[in-house]
């Protein structure tokens, strides 16, 4: 594994593992800072494509495509976790890379990400492995007769995964979820699902945003409001909790913890993704210092920036179900309101449940910021429907 003797400095040039919407508002991010980004992936014309200095084509699992790849970069992250990791592996053998493929492991495979977390003594929602039909009944029974049923690794916004509601029902789920391992997870009662992003440098340097509240539908994130309506001990709550992740982990960039708040206001850690995430998008608005940037400074090995907030804001996603009936009025959208910020990813194809970009608004209390992003998205859906 190669590591760092010292700061990359703008001017170098910095590889992405992955070509998605999060690679692409990092290199906006590092290109303002004055950095070159390659990045690398199977796809062509992507998101990231669209605005880094390079774009190489190649399968993940051609590890001499990789290794060539990291050769002609200074130092290497990746955009999600669905990077194998043993590309990750190999890039490690060419140049630095930040975070840690072990935490990418980690993070890329439930069963491993939960029992990491207990392991370090974080408190998680209740869960047993299932490798076969058999044992999604006794973890049924275990966990009260109900539960999430999750593929163990490679899913995410609600793909890999299936409600069980009662014993009779887990060989039907075992089968719809065609996999050789999985994790059942108890139905926890929640008052409400907050994220806490936090930013480390290799020095140790952290730094914490939020927390921000979630709503999902259908298992994607559809509405972020920031900050969440908890109060200060709370608050604080999560951030001392995310930092302590990041810390047990050694975490060397920008990590998101999501986390359920019980009715008993105790704060479970239902996930962790290492690198931005789609509930901090709104930072690039709304705070003094994005994720994004605060991802190239800590991979880069420079001072992370203030994440002051300036103003509460909402994000909503914008899914490719708006484009159904042809393509979105965004001038109805933005008429709305001046205050709304409109994102888009630069995907060529609107797929139903596909994340297409989002909308922020900014305003003078959270609630404001809400029914402005809201309304923006709806100009959009009456838009579509004509």
Same mark, same amino acid.
């Given at each position: 594994?190669?590591?760092?003797?010292?700061?990359?400095?703008?001017?170098?040039?910095?590889?992405?593992?992955?070509?998605?919407?999060?690679?692409?508002?990092?290199?906006?991010?590092?290109?303002?800072?004055?950095?070159?980004?390659?990045?690398?992936?199977?796809?062509?014309?992507?998101?990231?494509?669209?605005?880094?200095?390079?774009?190489?084509?190649?399968?993940?699992? =051609?590890?001499?495509?990789?290794?060539?790849?990291?050769?002609?970069?200074?130092?290497?992250?990746?955009?999600?976790?669905?990077?194998?990791?043993?590309?990750?592996?190999?890039?490690?053998?060419?140049?630095? &890379?930040?975070?840690?493929?072990?935490?990418?492991?980690?993070?890329?495979?439930?069963?491993?990400?939960?029992?990491?977390?207990?392991?370090?003594?974080?408190?998680?929602?209740?869960?047993?492995?299932?490798?076969?039909?058999?044992?999604?009944?006794?973890?049924?029974?275990?966990?009260?007769?109900?539960?999430?049923?999750?593929?163990?690794?490679?899913?995410?916004?609600?793909?890999?995964?299936?409600?069980?509601?009662?014993?009779?029902?887990?060989?039907?789920?075992?089968?719809?979820?065609?996999? =050789?391992?999985?994790?059942?997870?108890?139905?926890?009662?929640?008052?409400?699902?907050?994220?806490?992003?936090?930013?480390?440098?290799?020095?140790?340097?952290? &730094?914490?945003?939020?927390? /921000?509240?979630?709503?999902?539908?259908?298992?994607?994130?559809?509405?972020?409001?920031?900050?969440?309506? &908890?109060?200060?001990?709370?608050?604080? $709550?999560?951030?001392?909790?995310?930092?302590?992740?990041?810390?047990?982990?050694?975490?060397?960039? /920008?990590?998101?913890?999501?986390?359920?708040?019980?009715? =008993?206001?105790?704060?479970?850690?239902?996930?962790?993704?290492?690198?931005?995430?789609?509930?901090?998008?709104?930072?690039?608005?709304?705070?003094?210092?994005?994720?994004?940037?605060?991802?190239?400074?800590?991979?880069?090995?420079?001072?992370?920036?203030?994440?002051?907030?300036?103003?509460?804001?909402?994000?909503?996603?914008?899914?490719?179900?708006?484009?159904?009936?042809?393509?979105?009025?965004? $001038?109805?959208?933005?008429?709305?309101?001046?205050?709304?910020?409109?994102?888009?990813?630069?995907?060529?194809?609107?797929?139903?449940?596909?994340?297409?970009?989002?909308?922020?608004?900014?305003?003078?209390?959270?609630?404001?910021?809400?029914?402005?992003?809201?309304?923006?998205? $709806?100009?959009? $859906?009456?838009?579509?429907?004509?």
């Amino acid at each position: 594994m190669i590591e760092l003797s010292g700061p990359v400095l703008p001017g170098a040039t910095i590889g992405v593992l992955g070509s998605g919407q999060l690679g692409r508002m990092f290199a906006i991010a590092a290109r303002q800072l004055g950095y070159r980004v390659h990045t690398f992936s199977p796809a062509y014309d992507t998101p990231t494509g669209q605005v880094a200095d390079l774009e190489v084509c190649q399968p993940y699992e =051609d590890l001499e495509a990789v290794r060539s790849f990291a050769a002609s970069v200074d130092v290497m992250s990746f955009e999600f976790e669905n990077v194998p990791a043993a590309t990750a592996a190999a890039a490690a053998e060419v140049a630095p &890379v930040r975070p840690a493929g072990s935490l990418l492991e980690t993070t890329q495979h439930r069963l491993r990400e939960k029992t990491a977390l207990r392991e370090r003594g974080f408190t998680t929602t209740e869960f047993v492995a299932v490798r076969s039909v058999d044992e999604l009944r006794d973890g049924l029974r275990r966990l009260g007769g109900a539960g999430l049923l999750k593929t163990a690794g490679w899913g995410y916004d609600g793909k890999g995964q299936r409600r069980v509601r009662s014993v009779d029902e887990a060989a039907a789920a075992w089968a719809e979820l065609a996999t =050789d391992e999985a994790i059942l997870e108890g139905f926890v009662d929640f008052e409400r699902e907050l994220s806490v992003v936090v930013a480390r440098g290799a020095d140790g340097e952290l &730094v914490t945003y939020g927390p /921000v509240e979630n709503h999902h539908v259908d298992g994607i994130l559809d509405v972020t409001l920031s900050p969440a309506p &908890v109060d200060d001990g709370l608050a604080e $709550q999560a951030r001392a909790l995310a930092r302590r992740i990041a810390e047990s982990f050694e975490l060397v960039g /920008v990590l998101c913890a999501e986390l359920f708040v019980t009715r =008993d206001r105790r704060l479970l850690v239902n996930e962790l993704a290492p690198r931005p995430h789609n509930s901090g998008h709104l930072t690039i608005d709304a705070c003094l210092t994005s994720q994004f940037e605060q991802q190239v400074r800590a991979v880069c090995g420079l001072p992370l920036g203030a994440p002051t907030q300036l103003r509460p804001a909402a994000m909503v996603n914008l899914l490719g179900d708006l484009w159904a009936d042809g393509e979105p009025d965004w $001038q109805a959208a933005l008429r709305s309101s001046p205050a709304l910020k409109l994102h888009l990813y630069g995907k060529g194809e609107p797929r139903p449940g596909r994340k297409m970009g989002h909308l922020v608004a900014l305003a003078s209390t959270v609630e404001e910021a809400r029914e402005i992003a809201l309304r923006g998205r $709806q100009a959009l $859906q009456r838009s579509s429907a004509r």
